[in-house]
């Protein structure tokens, strides 16, 4: 069973680095390409290496059979996975969203964070039975309810966000259009992989199998970023 728990604690762990990088790289891209509210798709992110590095943590000890730092360890990822949404939002309220709505779209998240952290606090955290590739600690119904009406909006505008791009190609700057598409292409990936992982309706290898899928979209967000590195010279 340690092989297996290993190889999960390794894909998490990876998905971590990848996750920084992202964050890391689009700190230090090109001023030309780089705008403000791109900060925050590098800060979900940021949130999203710190979520990994935990899951990977709570695993670990999990194995270890201290499954109390696990489920206090739960408790804190969840904590960012609901900041991370926020700080998503912001991006895409920015990059997808006509003015009109952009208030509305705030005031919802921020609102629908609350209630995901008081239904943290209401709630108890389930545990699932140990097998040989993953030991989920499941959130609660409420949480899991609260969690899918934050994803479902943010994975609409995303698409939303990446057709747009797709349809005006030829119109953009190169940088610009393959930061938001790989962006949106990571996002997507996420919203599947990782929500499927979130809301517990997978278990054993299959839990792992999506966590590859979860690396994948950290790998095309940092792809993504390093595109607003591009000198000016090289445009076209």
Not at 165 to 179: G, K, Q, S
Request: glycine share 4%; charged share 10%.
């Amino acid at each position: 069973m340690f092989v297996g728990i290993l190889f999960a604690v390794i894909v998490s762990l990876s998905i971590s680095v990848f996750s920084l990088l992202a964050f890391l790289a689009q700190r230090h891209a090109n001023p030309s390409f780089w705008k403000p509210h791109y900060f925050f798709f590098g800060l979900f992110w940021l949130g999203m290496s710190v979520v990994w590095a935990l899951i990977a943590t709570s695993d670990f000890f999990t194995y270890l059979e201290l499954r109390y730092v696990s489920v206090f360890l739960t408790y804190v990822f969840q904590v960012f996975i609901g900041a991370s949404l926020v700080s998503v939002a912001y991006f895409l309220n920015i990059s997808a969203l006509r003015r009109h709505i952009k208030k509305i779209w705030a005031a919802y998240f921020l609102m629908a964070y609350f209630l995901f952290l008081l239904s943290l606090v209401q709630y108890h955290l389930t545990l699932r039975p140990t097998n040989f590739f993953i030991n989920q600690i499941v959130t609660s119904q409420q949480t899991r309810a609260i969690f899918v009406i934050m994803v479902v909006p943010l994975y609409t505008a995303a698409f939303i966000l990446l057709a747009r791009f797709v349809r005006l190609r030829h119109t953009i700057d190169r940088p610009t259009y393959t930061f938001h598409v790989f962006a949106c292409v990571s996002l997507l990936l996420l919203g599947v992989a990782g929500s499927v992982d979130e809301i517990g309706v997978i278990s054993g290898w299959i839990v792992t199998a999506s966590r590859l899928v979860s690396l994948v979209s950290a790998i095309a967000a940092y792809i993504g970023t390093l595109a607003l590195h591009e000198p000016d010279e090289l445009v076209i």
